[in-house]
């Protein structure tokens, strides 16, 4: 039943990563569905709701897939009394961190490429941030790989203690 539970997991959060992944991506292909001029370094654009609608909704899956896979994962790898850690729970210490860096990283640009969008005012003009959006879901899919090497890797680490203790 454990290896059931855990093929549900990983196959759960694999869908939330890509389809936070699919909608960054969407959400830049609509973003430049809105008008936009460009002089020198500035860049006026006029502001693509539905672009902040699915960069938003991407943001909020991606950090539901991490809260899931460290939820679900955890934390095998840091609560440990052993001095010395398992390979597994040294590759669950060393995803769970990457995991946390993109997650980071690909919230705020998802986030960064969003926020522009969110007014329904005329164009407004700054500095351009391009691909911010599909740039946020290209990562997406990156956490969605950690976060199953995470679990994957502190699942066994828990069957490892399980099978040395008893």
């Not at 759960?12 to 991506?25: E, K, N, Q, S």
């Not at 959400?27 to 430049?32: D, I, P, S």
């Not at 590759?91 to 769970?96: C, E, I, P």
């Not at 164009?123 to 090497?149: D, E, Y």
Request: hydrophobic letters at 50%; proline letters at 2%.
């Amino acid at each position: 039943m454990a290896r059931v539970e855990a093929v549900v997991v990983c196959l759960l959060i694999i869908a939330m990563d890509v389809v936070a992944g699919v909608l960054g991506i969407h959400a830049e292909k609509a973003q430049h569905q809105g008008r936009r001029l460009r002089i020198l370094f500035i860049e006026c654009r006029q502001p693509v709701r539905r672009a902040y609608e699915l960069g938003v909704a991407a943001a909020a899956v991606l950090a539901a897939s991490h809260a899931i896979a460290n939820v679900v994962g955890g934390c095998s790898c840091a609560c440990s009394r052993d001095r010395r850690a398992t390979p597994n729970r040294q590759m669950a210490s060393f995803a769970l961190v990457i995991s946390w860096i993109v997650l980071v990283v690909g919230l705020a640009l998802l986030v960064l490429g969003a926020l522009p969008n969110a007014e329904r005012k005329a164009a407004k003009c700054g500095l351009p941030r391009h691909h911010f959006l599909s740039i946020g879901g290209i990562l997406c899919f990156v956490h969605g790989l950690f976060c199953l090497v995470y679990y994957a890797s502190a699942n066994a680490a828990k069957r490892e203690e399980g099978g040395r203790h008893a």
